[in-house]
């Protein structure tokens, strides 16, 4: 059980580890009166100069937070018995058997996950499970497949979820999109794969509960070398969507100034030079490395662009 | 003839010329050689500032194997790019430098073009953009294609 020191905003954007900082950290979590920081999740970026030898990839901006095993993660607990709680973050998994990413918990005497998400290296899925209303889970739901492909371990994915608890009920429906791993060739806009736990499908304990805090990371399960997270941003309504891929500068467009930014990062990473890496987001291809391969995508990416009468906006279709 | 006259107007011409400030612009220049097939040449003005571009080029209705192999053979030491054909009808072309240098200021080769058209007019660059070393947009003059008879 948790205590609450802070509500719940109606728009709450809770960026971790997603923001110009010169040294990673996790001081955006732990709000809501819930510790911040469970096992020893490492803040870190792609450089071995900062306060972490290790190298850490992220998705978007200077750090990521990386678990090197289960039980490693950061909580949030600035939501309120949410009823409608919408969240988005991405997640780089390589771990064996099925490790618990993401968990939205309600805060009751015994608390309880009314969702959570795993990955299951063996089945290569993204799992989904709904609250079956006396602390377990009922039957998940599963996205196996994106852009086409299907889902492997270290890659980044995106994943947006929309919690909507039925009015007076003990009911809920959770709403999925997922996107991720595209690739150098895959530079156009591309569809999210899509599954839904329906009514039914999440059963919670008390008419009433809804999000309290989430726990973000390596929960549990699982083993292998590592699970990976960064850009996480919860709200109540209104949908979040992807960062813009290739967005290097982060300024909200993509142009040939983003491949020369992107190139000035590759030689800020053979440098050790943390300084020199951009805010945006320079994997292009996903893969959980920024290499010149990445320049390549990104120069693919600029000119469907440009292909498509220069509308900048970081992969439109032709 | 003055001789006077002529060294004065050359010299007028000259300094004319030195003063001129180039403009960061993609330009194209088409020859047409046998069975209508077209070579276009393409080369980058640069003011100096731009560290990479990307640009546009729109063929005549009807265009047809349209050849990207020397699109980039051109370039300066150390810029690279990507030149591809979009859906038979555009090449779109995006550049920069691995060491984020600048082109030189004045005129920069790139490549060249080579399509097969019936058509009279010339393909037009339609779309473009150059970035400073910073990843800034850069100042853009006017794209142009010339014909050459």
Do not use: H
Not at chain 1, 121 to 137: P, R
Not at chain 1, 290 to 296: H, L, P
């Amino acid at each position: 059980m948790i205590r609450k020191s802070q509500l719940f905003l109606a728009v709450a954007a809770l960026v971790g580890m997603n923001a110009a900082m010169a040294a990673c950290n996790t001081t955006q979590w732990g709000q809501g009166g819930v510790t911040a920081v469970v096992g020893t999740p490492i803040a870190d970026g792609p450089v071995t100069t900062d306060a972490n030898a290790a190298q850490t990839p992220r998705y978007s901006g200077k750090c990521g937070l990386a678990g090197d095993a289960a039980g490693d993660y950061v909580q949030d607990g600035s939501p309120l018995a949410e009823a409608a709680y919408i969240s988005r973050f991405y997640v780089k998994p390589n771990n064996t058997g099925e490790a618990v990413v993401f968990q939205a918990m309600a805060d009751e005497t015994v608390d309880y996950a009314i969702f959570q998400i795993t990955f299951d290296a063996t089945a290569g899925a993204f799992k989904f499970y709904g609250s079956n209303g006396s602390g377990g889970f009922g039957t998940p739901v599963s996205i196996t497949t994106a852009n086409g492909g299907a889902i492997v371990a270290n890659r980044w994915y995106l994943i947006e979820t929309n919690f909507q608890r039925g009015a007076g009920t003990n009911g809920g429906t959770l709403a999925v999109s997922l996107i991720g791993n595209r690739g150098a060739a895959n530079y156009t806009l591309t569809t999210p794969s899509t599954t839904t736990l329906t009514a039914g499908n999440i059963v919670l304990a008390d008419a009433g509960d809804g999000v309290d805090y989430v726990r973000f990371g390596w929960v549990s399960g699982g083993a292998g070398t590592g699970v990976t997270v960064d850009a996480f941003e919860s709200r109540r309504s209104t949908a979040i969507g992807s960062l813009k891929r290739g967005d290097v500068s982060n300024n909200g467009t993509c142009t040939s100034g983003d491949v020369t930014q992107l190139q000035q990062e590759l030689n800020a990473i053979s440098a050790n030079n943390e300084p020199g890496l951009k805010l945006g987001q320079t994997d292009c291809t996903e893969n959980g490395t920024v290499t010149s391969g990445d320049v390549t995508c990104l120069q693919n990416l600029v000119n469907a662009d440009t292909a498509s009468g220069g509308t900048r906006a970081c992969g439109m279709p032709i | 003839m003055n001789i006077k006259f002529a060294v004065a107007a050359s010299l007028l011409f000259a300094a004319a010329g030195v003063s001129a400030k180039s403009e960061n612009a993609p330009l194209g220049m088409e020859v047409e050689t046998k069975g209508g097939s077209k070579i276009m040449s393409l080369d980058f003005e640069s003011a100096g500032d731009a560290a990479s571009f990307t640009f546009r080029v729109v063929f005549p209705e009807g265009a047809k194997q349209i050849d990207t192999s020397r699109c980039l053979s051109e370039l300066p030491k150390g810029f690279f790019g990507v030149c591809k054909v979009y859906d038979g009808k555009v090449v779109a072309v995006t550049v920069n430098n691995s060491e984020g240098a600048t082109f030189p200021a004045g005129m920069n080769r790139i490549g060249k073009l080579s399509y097969v058209s019936n058509s009279k007019a010339a393909p037009v660059i339609d779309t473009f953009e150059a970035s400073d070393r910073n990843g800034e947009i850069a100042q853009m003059g006017s794209a142009k294609v010339q014909q050459v008879d």
